[in-house]
């Protein structure tokens, strides 16, 4: 008769242990992807807390400024593609007639 009221009771813990396990290993797992999301969240100036997020941002000087706005500009001016715009504003040939 003792032996028929501790199974449902090992049963119970059997199934409450497999439960605490899994909820553990979820736990540490969502601990894992946090702190490695902070971590590159941080590379990049990004910082969480319970006041909020901070973005922080990089000085640029000048001339540093300067290179990168230069650099679109020619980077637009070598991926132009409007032939019809070339040959009324730019004396009538154009690059693309050149082959």
Same mark, same amino acid.
């Given at each position: 008769?003792?032996?028929?009221?501790?199974?449902?009771?090992?049963?119970?813990?059997?199934?409450?242990?497999?439960?605490?396990?899994?909820?553990? /290993?979820?736990? =540490? #797992?969502?601990?894992?992807?946090?702190?490695?999301?902070? %971590?590159?969240?941080?590379?990049?100036?990004?910082?969480?807390?319970?006041?909020?997020?901070?973005?922080?941002?990089?000085?640029?000087?000048?001339?540093?400024?300067?290179?990168?706005?230069?650099? /679109?500009?020619? =980077? #637009?001016?070598?991926?132009?593609?409007?032939?019809?715009? %070339?040959?009324?504003?730019?004396?009538?040939?154009?690059?693309?007639?050149?082959?």
């Amino acid at each position: 008769m003792a032996a028929n009221r501790l199974i449902p009771l090992l049963i119970l813990f059997i199934v409450v242990g497999v439960l605490a396990v899994i909820g553990f /290993v979820t736990w =540490s #797992i969502m601990m894992e992807v946090k702190a490695q999301t902070k %971590k590159e969240m941080e590379k990049k100036h990004v910082t969480m807390s319970r006041d909020g997020m901070k973005v922080g941002y990089r000085e640029l000087n000048d001339e540093q400024y300067k290179d990168i706005s230069q650099s /679109v500009l020619v =980077s #637009i001016w070598n991926n132009r593609s409007l032939p019809a715009v %070339k040959k009324r504003w730019w004396g009538g040939s154009n690059d693309s007639d050149k082959e």
